[in-house]
């Protein structure tokens, strides 16, 4: 992949896949700019680039995504830093993991502010600049969330989905503009969000039992790698995609491994529509 003199905006960057998918822009060539609401997690990537040797992002921006306002301004600074909005990468995000009976209205819709129009905001100042240059990349980190649903998680499914469902519309209605729009549906990475799941033997297990690849094999840069991929020419007709980055989760969500289904166990042939 070759990015030189190209600028990527990675909102959700100071940490977590946000970090892992700046590094390989980087590495690719690409400036980087740099936007997250957590201002140690910004410092904190800014070193981890320069202990990789890789030159410090164009611009570090601290945003709390879920402010129009703030969105707006942060992109207002990357055009007085007369930086092109080439590439803009999603990955900032947050879930809160209770039932609906716990979880309140305002958790619900922080969350929904965060993921899902926080990711609008983004599109729309990026789009506007991607038309200026004629044409660009977005790729959007949703989930297996978004694909299916996970239990304890209501607004984090709901604004997941709703991200699949955005994408697909920017990618019918850019497309002409020469952008393309694409998701990647991640299963479980191990990053700060995620951390504590990896000292549950229980959890992990049962995760082995659902991911045909193992539980253990994906990381933060499996998810890097294919947003590069999705910006890069290599991926010049792909548009409106959802690829999950899940080691097949996805593929069989709907039966544990091994498990005989109503597919296996009613025989072959035409059996007519039965979903
Ligand atoms: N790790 C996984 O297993 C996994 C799986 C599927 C999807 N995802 C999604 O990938 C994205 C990145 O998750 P991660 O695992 O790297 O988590 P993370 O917590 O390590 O990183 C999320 C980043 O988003 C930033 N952020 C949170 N709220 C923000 C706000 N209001 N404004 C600006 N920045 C904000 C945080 O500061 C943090 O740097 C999220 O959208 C998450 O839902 C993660």
Not at 124 to 142: D, I, K, N
Not at 149 to 162: D, N, T
Not at 176 to 185: C, E, F, S, Y
Not at 254 to 268: E, L, R
Request: charged share 15%.
């Amino acid at each position: 992949m070759d990015f030189k003199n190209k600028t990527a905006v990675i909102v959700g960057g100071g940490g977590g896949l946000g970090l892992a998918t700046a590094l390989e822009f980087a590495r690719a060539g690409a400036s980087l700019v740099i936007m997250d609401g957590d201002q140690k997690k910004l410092e904190a990537a800014g070193a981890v680039l320069a202990g990789q040797k890789i030159p410090p992002p164009a611009l570090s921006l601290r945003l709390d995504v879920s402010s129009a306002a703030a969105v707006a301004e942060a992109f207002r600074l990357v055009d007085q830093a007369a930086l092109a909005v080439n590439f803009l990468i999603n990955a900032a995000g947050l879930r809160e993991v209770k039932m609906v009976y716990d979880l309140s209205p305002e958790e619900f819709q922080r969350v929904v502010n965060v993921n899902l129009c926080g990711v609008y905001y983004c599109c729309r100042e990026a789009a506007l600049r991607m038309r200026s240059l004629g044409g660009g990349a977005m790729v959007t980190v949703a989930s297996v969330a978004g694909l299916t649903g996970l239990p304890h998680r209501p607004a984090y499914c709901a604004s997941k989905h709703g991200l699949v469902g955005l994408s697909r519309n920017l990618a019918l209605d850019l497309g002409k503009d020469g952008i393309r729009v694409n998701v990647l549906a991640p299963g479980t990475i191990r990053t700060p969000m995620t951390e504590a799941y990896y000292s549950s033997r229980a959890f992990l297990d049962g995760l082995d039992e659902l991911v045909p690849l193992g539980s253990q094999l994906g990381g933060s840069q499996d998810v890097a790698r294919a947003a590069v991929f999705l910006c890069s020419e290599a991926a010049e007709f792909i548009t409106g995609a959802c690829l999950p980055v899940d080691g097949g989760w996805s593929a069989g969500k709907s039966y544990a491994i091994g498990q005989s289904t109503p597919y296996t166990s009613a025989g072959s042939g035409s059996v007519g529509a039965v979903d």
